[in-house]
């Protein structure tokens, strides 16, 4: 795409189809769109531009930063998108800014199952930034030396990557109120260009004294102890919650609060930490401290909202229409137990209701009710995708915005409307937030078969959300003709994400199964013959029996990679219809007495054993669950690689194989030699 303007730009055509689609919400018609820096695709960011809603030509404009989006109805704006303003630790300059606070990488990873590698939180977190939150809340980095390095990767790679238009995330750490937390998580994130100690402690009667077994003047000495000591370190963004503060005593909260506001805390933030505030409540909570609270003015409030009993989203909108000007929220609503705050619910709320439904007359220093953030929508589904994938914690079809059927229509009645007129059923066109409706809407018009080629396979997965580079689009590509030339009636679009899933983890893999026969039956023995290339290039093979024909594949697996893991998790899925469909399965695994992977919960600081997934497809079910194992497996090996080499740095010099560690390089399996130690 050229401009008709002296500066020339290219946009990819679903990325402007998408961009445009963002100024179509509940079908609007368009006048004076101008790109906001903080929304613009890169080449965007340099110019004033805007798109006609019709042509997609690019034209410059004049230096205006505010989009404006009027509803098909009326001329009444609905959406008006402005610069974000400057990041400044403690003060935000624009009272009607709303800062997100993406907290997916720690709060999130806490579901159970949701385990990810620190090449997967980095993908993610560079996902984050082009949403554009605010603040990316890494991890927990004293939990185990795995996810400190996870947490300083982010903070020196993505804490350092500057957009265009001046924005670069802020990188957080969690931290319990101890010296030795606080000081891990600051050397895990002190190399990001805006680093954040997020530290905390409870403050509710039961919390303080079943769990700390403290009394309140102990917990207020910790907290402000705790709060210096960051500050101390050279931290000027300091994060201070008061965990469970919904069930917390008011008067309490008033005394610690602005005390550790005087001890240097910058982000007051407030958890509901059990779900169980009601938006009314939580709301008179918020607004309750910013009048009770001595310093309240030098700092933002902040919410952290579980979903316990599904209201963290309303208890988080409360917040902000009661003057707290930070919202923390995970993608897909993941996290603790219920979840957390849904980013994609939150960010869309205010994005459609925020300019007009947030004016709170009874309370002092909310703004002017006119909420804002600079969240780049186009972002939210292919990284609500990722997240999906990665943790392997699917959405339930009808979950808002992001689910399966958020834009799917089935009712005759609602069909006839849909027909008419979109915005009879629709509040936000799926474009909004990155998912083409189909190839209707994207314009492709491409039917994926045998006969596809490179070009029309990379083309359909942008128009997905996936910018994949070529090493990565040739591995897909390779999987996708395997599949297409056994596959009737061409690949459908949720098959083709299953393929960009199952290739996920097999770049630079260590091992890769290269052929599998397996016979099995009711009278028979099942046995499964499997060959593998390994670390060296080297073909070997296998055949050993089992109790049927998966446990046999496995069986043979583990003795050609010389592993011994333990199956925690295996799930077999459909992707779509029918008895030619894709299948998908994701499989579970941990090593046996491996005492030095273990991990420590934030909750409780019990220690448990990390566990690491793969997923894998096939039309063949049998050989998806292989192609799974062996990308949890593959991880499995990655993981001690790094961890060996780190112990080794650590020591000064390699330690000297041993005889288990020779006998395997000798036969050639050199995954083997790694995980013995």
């Known amino acids: 795409l050229q401009s008709q303007t002296p500066f020339e730009m290219k946009v990819h055509s679903s990325t402007l189809a998408a961009w445009v689609a963002t100024a179509s919400l509940f079908n609007y018609s368009c006048e004076g769109f101008t790109t906001s820096h903080a929304f613009a695709p890169k080449k965007l960011q340099k ?8 042509t997609g030509a690019v034209r410059s404009t004049s230096s205006s930063s505010t989009v404006v989006l009027k509803s098909s109805i009326g001329d009444t704006p609905i959406v008006e998108r402005r610069k974000r303003p400057e990041y400044i630790p403690g003060h935000i300059p624009d009272p009607n800014y709303v800062r997100i606070f993406d907290t997916t990488l720690r709060d999130g990873e806490q579901s159970p199952g949701a385990t990810l590698t620190s090449d997967e939180k980095l993908e993610i977190a560079q996902n984050l930034a082009k949403l554009g939150v605010d603040i990316i809340e890494a991890g927990f980095p004293i939990a185990s030396p795995d996810d400190f390095a996870a947490v300083k990767q982010i903070a020196d790679v993505v804490g350092n990557a500057v957009f265009e238009d001046g924005y670069v995330p802020v990188i957080a750490g969690l931290s319990r109120a101890n010296e030795r937390d606080i000081q891990r ?7 990001a260009k805006l680093p954040r100690i997020h530290t905390f402690i409870a403050t509710s009667p039961i919390h303080m004294t079943s769990k700390l077994n403290k009394t309140p ?22 994060e201070f919650s008061p965990e469970d503060a919904g069930r917390s005593e008011p008067e309490f909260l008033y005394r610690i609060l602005s005390e550790v506001i005087e001890a240097g805390a910058t982000t007051l933030n407030i958890p509901d930490t059990t779900g169980w505030n009601m938006p009314w409540e939580f709301g008179s909570l918020i607004s309750k401290l910013k009048a009770n609270v001595k310093g309240a003015d030098r700092v933002v409030f902040s919410t ?123 509040i936000m066109s799926p474009e909004s937030i990155g998912l083409m409706r189909g190839d209707a809407q994207s314009g492709a018009g491409i039917v994926l078969g045998k006969h596809s080629g490179r070009n029309a396979v990379g083309t359909r997965l942008r128009e997905l959300g996936y910018d994949l580079d070529m090493e990565k ?52 023995i099942p046995t499964a013959t499997v060959k593998m290339i390994g670390p060296d290039g080297v073909e070997r093979y296998v055949a050993t029996t089992g109790t049927g024909p998966v446990d046999a594949v496995y069986k043979a697996i583990d003795q050609i990679i010389g592993v011994t893991v333990e199956l925690e998790d295996y799930a077999l899925n459909s992707v779509s219809d029918g008895i030619e469909a894709l299948a998908t399965t994701r499989v579970v695994v941990c090593p046996k007495k491996d005492v030095e992977s273990m991990k420590i919960s934030v909750q409780t600081d019990a220690s448990y054993s990390r566990t690491f997934s793969g997923t894998g ?61």
């Open 304 to 426: 952290h909202c579980q979903n316990d009993l599904g209201l963290a989203t309303a208890n988080s909108l409360a917040g902000a229409l009661n003057g707290a000007r930070q919202l923390e929220c995970t993608i897909n609503g993941i996290g603790e137990r219920a979840g957390n705050a849904s980013l994609e619910e939150i960010v869309m709320s205010l994005a459609l209701k925020g300019q007009d439904t947030f004016d709170n007359e009874g309370t002092e220093n909310t703004g002017g009710g006119k909420l804002y953030t600079a969240i780049n929508p186009i972002y939210i589904h292919p990284t609500s995708r990722m997240v999906t994938e990665y943790t392997g914690m699917k959405c339930q079809p009808h979950k808002a915005i992001v689910g399966a059927n958020a834009f799917q229509h089935e009712s005759g009645i609602h069909q006839d409307g849909m027909i008419k007129n979109k915005g009879t059923y629709e």
């Open 217 to 238: 003047d102990e917990v207020v000495e910790i907290a402000v102890n705790a709060v210096k000591f960051a500050k101390s370190l050279g931290c000027d963004d300091i």
């Open 617 to 677: 497809s096939d039309t063949d079910i049998v050989v998806s669950s292989a192609r799974a194992y062996v990308s949890a497996v593959n991880k499995l090996l990655a993981y001690n690689m790094r961890r060996r080499e780190r112990l080794e740095g650590e020591n000064g010099a390699a330690a000297a194989p041993d005889a288990t560690e020779k006998k395997a390089t000798n036969d050639g399996t050199a995954g083997s030699a790694i995980l013995v130690e």
């Open 47 to 54: 110019n004033n531009a805007s798109i006609s809603p019709t």
């Open 185 to 191: 998580a600051w050397d895990a994130v002190k190399g």
């Open 473 to 524: 689009l040739n591995s897909v590509f390779q999987r996708f003709k395997q599949v297409a030339e056994r596959k009737k009636g061409g690949v459908e679009d949720e098959e083709l994400e299953a393929l960009v899933a199952d290739q996920a983890g097999s770049t630079g893999a260590l091992w890769s199964v290269s052929g599998l026969q397996v016979t099995t039956g009711m009278h028979g």
